[in-house]
DNA sequence: TCGCAATGGATCACAGTCGACCCATTGCCG
DNA sequence: CGGCAATGGGTCGACTGTGATCCATTGCGA
């Protein structure tokens, strides 16, 4: 395979000549605007910002940017409206079924996840939340123990990004945003079990208690048995 | 700004409508190639793999990577021979004084490499390492009490590198990677203080002590004081 | 000594992407 | 009621990147 005076780790190397680009522009847009909807990022109903801006932000030229919209469109999850306060708005009822992304390895998915979100509420448990962080960690959990089976996924998400949200670190919320879309596609192919979902509630409550009140170990501590709890149903149904 | 009624978080959608690519497949090739170069993966005078490999695994055509090789040359940090058993290498004498990219947010980059290397050492020691692996932590670990100042940074970066590629997860060893470079960039403009280096040498023992005695809290607390160490030495001179 | 395999070197036609520009629609506000 | 600002809709020419194909060089081994 190669040359024995080559010492070069497989593995290193692997992570350091992986693909530059993970598809075309039209692809990876496509897939950011599919992701800022399942993540709920941009709610039902919400708005996009508008496509000079949102192709700006993106890196994107607008031609390409109005492509991907246009496929979103064509597939009924958005819908555009032009004139003065038009826009385009994410379609209501396109909360289900949005396709996912291949899952991708188990373990890997799992040992990055534990890393970036036990690490990411250890860091906002040791950071001075502003008021209005401290409201929307406690809205994102309301949200989570009100919602109804259906939407538990989504508020799930929601609230495990405020959490990396209130660290104030951009790379790292990016980072356990695209961690938690490799979750979701391998959480969309096992089942809701209620006894989980009010386990998972209770370690909500205990992970953001702990961040409010500002302790990093207990809120590492509890990140991590929460996300043990979800490694351990995933491993029993996919390994 | 936005509309009152778009309670969109800013943190969020800054992370989820971030640049979709860095730059051109060109200028993204040339990075990692001399990411590559400056962590010592392919260590001076060794050889790249074959263009149409190399280009094969960037996800990149021929032409761009060759593009990309030729200002590699052509500003002397490898060296291509044809033939048989000839190949690119990379120059001995181009060891120092690389380019960096410019350095990016301070804190943001502190946060993530906490939170990464951190849950890299903690998930190393809860591994049942291969003799090889554990061989190659011990290697990586002599060479850096042993390295002369110049070449203290990259043997530091070998070492870091080393820990996150006993994971076995590829996603986080490649994450480890991109923020160990984004911290050299910043290590750059600040001097190498010999009493630091050896405060290094010993945190360093002590980690890879931990991850080969399987301790993963151990790990952890170690790879947590070491990190923080550099962290506030970081602060010191650029905040 | 010669053929062959492995490597870098080069070119071309085609598809993707971009930036710049202008058009079309809508609804607020003077 | 009419202008205007903000939005989506569309087109064009230039540049980038790709895949395929061939050439040039080198050195091992039959």
Known sequence: MSLPSEPVPQVLADALFRPVRAGN???????????????????????????????????????TLREALRALQEAGYVESRRGRYGGTFVRP????NLPLPP???????????????TGAAEAAAARA??????????ARLDDCTAAPLADYRRTDSRLHLAI???TGAPSLTGAV???RTRLNALLASIPLIPTNIEHSDDQHRAIIDAILA???VAAR??????????ASLLRGFLA
Chains 1, 2 share one sequence.
């Open 214 to 216: 500002g302790d990093p």
């Open 164 to 166: 990396a949200e209130a």
């Open 93 to 96: 009822t396109s909360a289900d």
């Open 103 to 117: 899952p991708g390895d188990l373990e890997d998915t799992l040992t990055l996840r534990l890393a970036l979100e």
């Open 25 to 63: 522009a039209f692809e990876e847009t496509m897939e950011r605007m599919l992701q800022a909807i399942r993540l709920g990022v941009v709610p039902p109903g919400g708005r996009l910002p508008p496509e000079r801006e949102l192709a700006a932000r993106l890196g994107v030229s607008r031609v």
């Open 177 to 179: 945003a695209d961690v």
């Open 221 to 230: 501590t509890a990140m991590a048995e929460h996300i043990s709890g979800t």
């Open 129 to 138: 939340l502003t008021p209005q962080s401290r409201r929307h960690l406690r």
